[in-house]
Nanobody
C-alpha cells in the first residue's frame, strides 16, 4: 500500500528553522518524485519544492529559494525539507506528495498520492 507520512512541523519564531520529514512506503518503482506543498488558511495549495528519487534533481518555488533545502535518503525512503530563515508568511499546513516519473514539477494536479499534512507556524 502506497503511503506518505509527514512529521516535523511545529511552532517556531521568525528566523528560526525546522526540518520536515516525509516517509514513503509501498513504492515499487525506483523512478518517482516527491514534492512538498503548503496551504495557508484561505489560500490555494502551492508547490514548495520537489526532488527526483532517481537522480536527485530538485526544483524550488521562488519564494523559498535560498532558504529551504530538499534532500532524500533513498535507503530509508525518506525525503526531508530543511527550512531556514522562516518567515510568518511560511505559516501553513505542509504536505508531501508523490508521483511516478522523473519530472520535478510543482503542479498539484501532477501528484496522485498525498500525505495527511503537518502544521508549521512561524510566530513570535
Amino acid at each position: 500500500q502506497l503511503q506518505l507520512v509527514e512529521s516535523g512541523g511545529g511552532l517556531v519564531q521568525p528566523g528560526g528553522s525546522l526540518r520536515l520529514s516525509c516517509a514513503a512506503s509501498g513504492f515499487t518503482s525506483d523512478y518517482y518524485v516527491i514534492g512538498w506543498f503548503r496551504q495557508a488558511p484561505g489560500k490555494e495549495r502551492e508547490g514548495v519544492s520537489s526532488i527526483s528519487s532517481s537522480d536527485g534533481r530538485t526544483y524550488y518555488a521562488d519564494s523559498v529559494k535560498g532558504r529551504f533545502t530538499i534532500s532524500r535518503d533513498n535507503a530509508n525512503n525518506t525525503v526531508y525539507l530543511q527550512m531556514n530563515s522562516l518567515k510568518p508568511e511560511d505559516t501553513a499546513v505542509y504536505y508531501c506528495a508523490g508521483r511516478r516519473g522523473t519530472t520535478v514539477v510543482l503542479r498539484t494536479a501532477a501528484y496522485g498520492l498525498w500525505g495527511q499534512g503537518t502544521q508549521v507556524t512561524v510566530s513570535s
